[in-house]
Nanobody, 119 residues
Framework: QVQLVESGGGLVQPGGSLRLSCVAAGSGFRIDTMGWYRQAPGKQRELVASISNGDRTNYADFVKGRFTISRDNSKSTVYLQMNSLKPEDTAVYYC?????????????WGQGLQVTVSS
């Protein structure tokens, strides 16, 4: 049983910053890759950024140079620092955690955080 607790969303003006946090609460699983996805109305969910256990990062082209993903394994937490936000970044942001238990791998999703970039 793993629950993802997300925080940090909200309303911000263009050019502003937000920091999203996601804590993986639970036991019985070893946490592998962690990441952030987003979904705007009428669009498919898309990868924003991910980070492996070895701290290898992967970013979508539309956020490179603006967003930074990081993790704190001691806290089972993944962060997304979002700078230079644009109206196009408005979406619901979802945390995803890959958990491993024995031979099994599971994807866990947060409930989503609303991020609105507007003047």
């Amino acid at each position: 049983q793993v629950q993802l607790v997300e925080s940090g969303g909200g309303l911000v003006q263009p050019g502003g910053s937000l920091r999203l946090s996601c804590v993986a609460a639970g036991s019985g699983f070893r946490i592998d890759t962690m990441g952030w996805y987003r979904q705007a109305p009428g669009k498919q969910r898309e990868l924003v950024a991910s980070i492996s256990n070895g701290d290898r990062t992967n970013y979508a082209d539309f956020v490179k140079g603006r967003f930074t993903i990081s993790r704190d394994n001691s806290k089972s937490t993944v962060y997304l620092q979002m700078n230079s936000l644009k109206p196009e970044d408005t979406a619901v942001y979802y945390c995803k955690v890959v958990g491993v238990s024995g031979w099994h791998r599971y994807d866990y999703w947060g409930q989503g955080l609303q991020v609105t970039v507007s003047s």
